[in-house]
C-alpha cells in the first residue's frame, strides 16, 4: 500500500482530500517543516486515527525518510496523546476549576525524554492532539513550539497535515463501511 494507492482510491467527492495529501507530504505543501517532520507528523496522525490502510501507506511512504528513533516517536506521541487528550480536553470540559488545580498524577516520562528532538515530539504532539479536538493540548504544545523558536509556518503545517490525515481516514472508512448500492451511487 503506498500513498499513491491511497491517493488513486478515494473517489470524485474527496478530489479535495486527493490534492490536499499529495500536496501536505512535500516541504513546498507543508513550509517549514522538513521531510522527516512532514512524514512523522503524518505517521502519528494516522496512528491517532486507527485507519490501518493510510497507516500501512504512510509507514511504507517513510520507509527512507524516518530513522527508527523517528519511527518510534511517531508511535510515542499519539501513545501519549491518547491519554493526556482525553484527561485535559475532560479538565477543559468541567466547569469546577479546582479540578485543574489537581495533580495528574498520570506517568507522562516520555514527554521529558521522548528519545528525538523535542522539537520533532511537540511537533507530532501537536498533531496528534489537533486530530484528538484537545484544546488544552494545542495550546501547551503550540507553546511549546514557540518557545523552542518554531515558526507560526511550521505549526500551521503540522496542523494542516493532521487535518488532511483526518480527513483521508474518514474518507477510506466511509468506502470501507459503505454498502455496495452507496458506493456505486457514488
Do not use: W
Not at 482525553?86 to 476549576?97: F, K, N, Q, S, T
Not at 495550546?139 to 505549526?155: D, I, P, T, Y
Amino acid at each position: 500500500m503506498t500513498i499513491q494507492t491511497i491517493r488513486d482510491r478515494l473517489p470524485d467527492y474527496a478530489r479535495d482530500m486527493k490534492l490536499n495529501l499529495g500536496a501536505v507530504l512535500s516541504e513546498e505543501g507543508a513550509p517549514g517543516l522538513n521531510l522527516r517532520q512532514i512524514h512523522a507528523s503524518a505517521l502519528a496522525s494516522a496512528y491517532a486515527t486507527h485507519q490501518p490502510l493510510l497507516i500501512q501507506a504512510l509507514e511504507h511512504e517513510s520507509t527512507t525518510t524516518l530513522s527508527a528513533a523517528d519511527k518510534q516517536g511517531a508511535r510515542a506521541a499519539p501513545t501519549i496523546m491518547a491519554m493526556n487528550n482525553i484527561y485535559y480536553r475532560a479538565l477543559d470540559l468541567l466547569h469546577d476549576e479546582e479540578f485543574k488545580k489537581m495533580p495528574a498524577n498520570l506517568r507522562m516520562n516520555i514527554l521529558r525524554d521522548p528519545g528525538i528532538s523535542k522539537e520533532d515530539f511537540e511537533i507530532y504532539s501537536l498533531a496528534v492532539s489537533a486530530v484528538n479536538g484537545c484544546q488544552m493540548c494545542l495550546n501547551a504544545h503550540a507553546e511549546g513550539l514557540k518557545k523552542l523558536g518554531v515558526s507560526r509556518q511550521a505549526v500551521q503545517s503540522a496542523l494542516r497535515i493532521a487535518a488532511v490525515i483526518h480527513a483521508v481516514s474518514q474518507v477510506l472508512t466511509i468506502e470501507e463501511n459503505a454498502t455496495p448500492d452507496a458506493q456505486q451511487a457514488a
